[in-house]
């Protein structure tokens, strides 16, 4: 296969190597765009017939095509993933490919640190780097407090305080975005995503304006899509998101909250609780000022969602396993009956 140069496309040694003599005659591509009927990618852009599954591909996914359909996805490097809408355990792929999480917030009300704490979780569990993008840093009689906030979270957590009106000043974001280089923006709706994929790309994609009340606003972006950067990267911009369930997200947490873990391993008792059983080492540095308690309930409401979440999701799983073995266990006596003992 004959490859032109994809590299600022974010193609690495990884997705060569997936490549097979078989595949000389296909042309790799990245999703640009996901429809119901067909997909975008880059180069091009060039609209292709979508496979059957479609919910199976996502914006940042390489994949192989002949031209006219994509005939098969190659393993992304990361995946960020959620638990799907509603009661359901489901397992929804957000993007795909991506170097850095932007969690964007703002200086204001929308401003929650358990929030940030689900998206860089979600983050390091895909193994992505976490930027907290904190907006409408102008507007803030003290931007730094909330610098300080989103610091404290994790020492892998970069974060940075900006007026998204300023193209100046979102051009400090240009070592994520440049060549090779992948950013998705996640974030609530109103807080500046769609402005700062302006500056960045140099697009004209309409904004809203917030509301005073709650600091929220409409939602601009309506569907996910891979942009090339003025500093010679991709951006992905995706629609605000109302949940952000935990869902195989266990390791994520553990380095999220790798402070309280490492105590746990030090109380008296392996099943401890933490809730003030003797020799609860957790406990004692709340009682030193060492950890806020606060941090402790977050970390258990995370930790008992991802479990509850995972539990659910590989026992639907299980059963469907056993469900299509008894149906395939069924058509094989059916057939044998048929033909009869004699004809074996």
Avoid at 165 to 171: Q, S, T, Y
Avoid at 207 to 226: F, K, M, S, V, W
Avoid at 306 to 313: G, I, M, S
Wanted: proline share 5%; hydrophobic share 35%.
């Amino acid at each position: 296969m004959i490859i032109t140069d994809l590299s600022s496309l974010g193609w690495t040694p990884f997705f060569s190597r997936q490549v097979t003599p078989d595949d000389d005659h296909l042309l790799p591509a990245r999703v640009s765009e996901v429809q119901r009927s067909h997909l975008t990618v880059l180069p091009g852009p060039t609209r292709l017939v979508a496979p059957e599954g479609t919910g199976r591909l996502a914006v940042g996914d390489w994949v192989l095509h002949d031209g006219a359909r994509v005939l098969r996805r190659l393993d992304p490097s990361t995946e960020i993933t959620r638990k799907g809408a509603g009661e359901g355990s489901e397992r929804q792929l957000i993007v795909s490919n991506v170097d850095t999480l932007g969690i964007v917030t703002s200086c204001n009300a929308d401003f929650s640190v358990a929030r940030l704490e689900r998206y860089v979780a979600i983050a390091m569990s895909a193994g992505c780097l976490p930027l907290v993008v904190l907006t409408k840093a102008d507007q803030a009689e003290d931007p730094e407090t909330y610098l300080s906030e989103a610091r404290r979270l994790s020492p892998l957590v970069t974060a940075l305080a900006l007026n998204a009106k300023d193209p100046e000043e979102v051009a400090r974001m240009h070592p994520w975005v440049g060549p090779g280089r992948t950013l998705a923006l996640v974030g609530s709706s109103g807080v500046g995503k769609t402005t700062i994929q302006n500056a960045l790309t140099g697009t004209e994609a309409a904004t809203q304006d917030i509301r005073e009340d709650d600091a929220r606003g409409r939602h601009t972006t309506t569907a996910r899509a891979l942009r090339r950067t003025r500093a010679g990267g991709c951006l992905i911009d995706t629609p605000g998101m109302r949940e952000l369930g935990m869902l195989e997200a266990s390791e994520g947490i553990a380095q999220l909250f790798a402070d309280i873990e490492e105590l746990a391993t030090q109380c008296r008792f392996r099943d401890c609780a933490h809730e003030g059983e003797p020799g609860c080492a957790v406990q004692a540095a709340i009682v030193a000022g060492i950890i806020e308690e606060g941090r402790l309930r977050r970390w258990r409401k995370l930790e008992r969602e991802d479990r509850l979440h995972t539990e659910a999701l590989h026992e639907k799983h299980a059963r469907t396993r056993s469900w299509a073995k008894a149906t395939s266990q069924g058509s094989a006596r059916a057939r044998w009956k048929r033909r009869g003992p004699e004809e074996d």
